[in-house]
């Protein structure tokens, strides 16, 4: 007799559950999408702008490595597989909410990866900040009054970014983590669209 209450109560909860489930679905990339994302990014050489840590015991690749993206990866939170220095796979994941959509999933490779050669670069940052800055990006630095554009240019994208606005004026605070040195931070200040300090 207990058993077969519980088990109606189960039946109940699951036909109300199901009900209120239908309209938390929500569409994924479409399959022709992934095949298209798969056509532009699949193949091509690119120059990675943060750290890529593999999800394996296959360590990770630095900055500014020259890598071959060979594979996106849609389940989960999605990957990208790159090949790096001696041909050695890195399975890095994207660590996205879901759904995942076109947009979201490039962003994130816009994040990771330059698809342009460096020299091709720095001279697309010469005509648009000056040599001063156009070096300082080049060598992965950053000076007191630089845009905030050309910081993430040159730092990539923080880990978190922190933001507070007092009276009109925004302060950001950019935190960068490093997972070969557990603990490391380093940290970008940005007040009013410039660089106003740093720590490394």
């Known amino acids: 007799m207990i058993k077969r209450s519980v088990l109606i109560t189960l039946c109940v909860i699951l036909v109300f559950s199901g009900c209120k489930f239908k309209e938390k679905i929500v569409k994924d990339i479409p399959i022709e999408v992934r095949d298209e994302l798969g056509d532009k990014y699949v193949g091509r050489t690119a ?7 593999d999800l394996g015991p296959e360590g990770l690749i630095d900055r500014d490595t020259e890598v071959k993206i060979m594979d996106l990866d849609f ?14 796979l890195i399975t890095n994941g994207l660590q996205l909410e879901r759904p995942l959509t076109r947009d979201v999933f490039e962003e994130k490779l ?3 990866f330059w698809f342009r050669k460096p020299e091709y670069r720095y001279r697309m940052d010469l005509r648009e900040y000056g040599k001063r800055t156009a070096k300082a990006i080049f060598n992965h630095e950053v000076f007191k009054g630089m845009k905030r554009k050309a910081a993430l240019a040159s730092w990539g994208y923080p880990d978190e ?4 606005e007092m009276s009109g ?12 040195q557990k603990g490391k931070k380093r940290y970008i200040y940005i007040r009013d669209g410039l660089v106003s300090a740093w720590e490394e």
């Open 47 to 53: 120059w990675t702008r943060s750290l890529l840590m």
């Open 75 to 88: 389940h989960w939170n999605g990957a990208v597989t790159v090949k790096g220095p001696n041909r050695r």
């Open 110 to 112: 816009n994040r990771l």
């Open 161 to 164: 970014m922190n933001s507070t």
């Open 169 to 180: 004026v925004v302060e950001e605070q950019w935190i960068y983590k490093d997972p070969r």
